[in-house]
């Protein structure tokens, strides 16, 4: 058994496809579907179901899910480790976000960053505020941007508060106010975070407090799918200002949420005592600089 046998079973059980680990880690599908066939005579069991429509992990794959996790991340932090005593500029930064974001901010040092440190390449994991939370815990990222509480566990930089708008198809009835309130909301269809944001939970208990039941449409991560429901006319979504701005007029539009302390809060975040590379400690001293200058 290589390393790199669990690190491509890791893939595929993150994407649930061979043909979207191949394309993640650089490789041919074929290899990565011998690599794992290699690994399932090794231990002599099965690790994945497969079928035309998807992948799925075996009652054995998860079994030893976990156990490839601490593998994986021990060894990538040997091996970043002596890669940043060796040459300082070069590495990886590991950092996840989640979708359902206008990170205006960390885009810009992100540039910046990648001009400075050309060699030094950053990996973006796309998961729900959940799951970057357990994947830190884990040691499979460097960093997560996410509304953390916990200071025991972990330490961060706050550099995102966004306030909440409510999206609406032009012909809503909701189009002639200039602001709306959560009673305004009242036996409207919502579109709204799924259970993976806190946010999910804080709106459906101001709706309540509000005197009444929210009617919950759709609960998605995707905001994408966020917007096409609501230019269906399906519902109306409550979504980061900042990302209303970019949205089309003419499809959908947006006005402010007058609950002002309704806002999503992001935070660069990461383990508390864990080791982080040079390549790690180089972008986090980077965005701490920059985002002062900013």
């Given at each position: 058994?290589?390393?790199?046998?669990?690190?491509?079973?890791?893939?595929?059980?993150?994407?649930?496809s061979?043909?979207?680990?191949?394309?993640?880690?650089?490789?041919?599908?074929?290899?990565?579907?011998?690599?794992?066939?290699?690994?399932?005579?090794?231990?002599?069991?099965?690790?994945?179901?497969?079928?035309?429509?998807?992948?799925?992990?075996?009652?054995?794959?998860?079994?030893?899910?976990?156990?490839?996790?601490?593998?994986?991340?021990?060894f990538?932090n040997?091996?970043?480790?002596?890669?940043?005593?060796?040459k300082?500029?070069?590495?990886?930064?590991?950092?996840?976000?989640?979708?359902?974001?206008?990170?205006?901010?960390?885009?810009?040092?992100?540039?910046?960053?990648?001009?400075?440190?050309?060699?030094?390449?950053?990996?973006?994991?796309?998961?729900?505020?959940?799951?970057?939370?357990?994947?830190?815990?884990?040691?499979?990222?460097?960093?997560?941007?996410?509304?953390?509480?916990?200071?025991?566990?972990?330490?961060?930089?706050?550099?995102?508060?966004?306030?909440?708008?409510?999206?609406?198809?032009?012909?809503h009835?909701?189009?002639?106010?200039?602001?709306?309130?959560?009673?305004?909301?009242?036996?409207?269809?919502?579109?709204?975070?799924?259970s993976?944001?806190?946010?999910?939970?804080?709106?459906?208990?101001?709706?309540?407090?509000?005197?009444?039941?929210?009617?919950?449409?759709?609960?998605?991560?995707?905001?994408?799918?966020?917007?096409?429901?609501?230019?269906?006319?399906?519902?109306?979504?409550?979504?980061?200002?900042?990302i209303?701005?970019?949205?089309?007029?003419?499809?959908?539009?947006?006005?402010?949420?007058?609950?002002?302390?309704?806002?999503?809060?992001?935070?660069?975040?990461?383990?508390?005592?864990?080791?982080?590379?040079?390549?790690?400690?180089r972008?986090?001293?980077?965005?701490?600089?920059?985002?002062?200058?900013?």
């Amino acid at each position: 058994m290589e390393i790199r046998h669990l690190e491509y079973f890791l893939e595929v059980s993150r994407h649930k496809s061979f043909s979207k680990a191949a394309e993640v880690t650089h490789i041919s599908q074929p290899t990565i579907s011998k690599a794992i066939k290699d690994l399932e005579t090794e231990l002599g069991k099965t690790l994945f179901y497969r079928s035309t429509k998807y992948v799925e992990l075996t009652d054995t794959g998860k079994a030893i899910l976990d156990q490839a996790q601490q593998i994986v991340a021990s060894f990538r932090n040997i091996h970043v480790q002596l890669e940043g005593l060796e040459k300082q500029e070069i590495g990886k930064v590991h950092i996840g976000l989640p979708h359902i974001t206008a990170v205006t901010t960390f885009s810009h040092v992100l540039g910046a960053f990648k001009h400075h440190y050309p060699r030094i390449e950053i990996q973006l994991y796309e998961y729900g505020p959940k799951k970057i939370e357990a994947s830190l815990q884990e040691g499979l990222l460097d960093f997560g941007i996410f509304t953390p509480e916990d200071s025991d566990l972990f330490e961060w930089i706050w550099f995102e508060r966004d306030p909440h708008s409510v999206v609406m198809n032009p012909t809503h009835w909701l189009a002639c106010h200039n602001m709306i309130g959560y009673e305004n909301l009242q036996g409207e269809q919502l579109i709204i975070y799924n259970s993976d944001y806190k946010l999910h939970d804080i709106i459906l208990d101001r709706c309540k407090l509000s005197g009444f039941i929210p009617q919950v449409a759709f609960e998605t991560s995707q905001r994408e799918l966020m917007i096409q429901m609501v230019t269906a006319g399906l519902g109306v979504a409550l979504l980061p200002s900042k990302i209303c701005q970019d949205l089309d007029p003419e499809i959908v539009i947006s006005r402010p949420l007058t609950d002002s302390q309704l806002y999503l809060e992001l935070a660069l975040t990461w383990k508390r005592g864990r080791y982080l590379s040079h390549a790690a400690s180089r972008f986090l001293n980077f965005f701490k600089l920059n985002l002062t200058e900013r």
